[in-house]
């Protein structure tokens, strides 16, 4: 047993409290819930951001700025050095053999190669991103290195589509 393993010992031995025995039990009578109230009554749970009607702290704040977390793409790094003790010479490195040789765990929407260590047997990799040490490492194994399309970036359309179609018509002519 560990030091740090001593305190789950002792809360799992310990008995739990035995509420409403007695006045001479200390937690006898109202048991802990004071005297009448919404609180006293069997079934009571409040909102922890309920403030009893007010407007509450997390709405009287004001929200300003923008937060990328929701649109931005998740990327998952791999190294070299990963691609070095897992992969044989010659194998091919895509998105499903990083999956299924468990270098790559959660869901993500790119896949970039960093730099980080050496590099010796010639492997062909496919990823959306290179870091350009990862490449040139990557090359100088003999190996050979394959950009995937990510997604399409949206274009904003500054022309309404009632004045392309006219324009296309007046080209047309």
């Known amino acids: 047993m560990n030091i740090n393993e001593v305190n789950a010992q002792v809360k799992a031995a310990r008995k739990p409290r035995r509420v409403g025995r007695g006045a001479g039990s200390g937690r006898g009578k109202t048991s802990q819930r004071g005297h009448k109230g919404f609180g006293s009554r069997s079934g009571s749970s409040m909102n922890p951001v309920f403030e009893g009607g007010q407007m509450p702290l997390i709405r009287r704040v004001p929200k300003r700025g923008f937060n990328n ?32 040789k468990g270098l790559v765990k959660k869901v993500f929407d790119k896949i970039k190669v960093l730099g980080d260590g050496e590099l010796s047997k010639p492997l062909d990799v496919t990823a959306h991103a290179f870091s350009a040490v990862a490449q040139k490492k990557i ?35």
């Open 69 to 100: 977390k929701t649109f931005a793409d998740v990327v998952v790094a791999v190294n070299v050095v990963d691609l070095e003790s897992f992969f044989d010479s010659g194998e091919q490195v895509t998105s499903e053999t990083l999956k299924s």
């Open 139 to 173: 090359e100088a194994a003999g190996g050979k290195v394959t950009l995937l399309p990510g997604k399409k970036p949206v274009v904003k359309n500054k022309m309404g589509t009632r004045k392309r179609n006219i324009l296309a018509k007046v080209k047309a002519k």
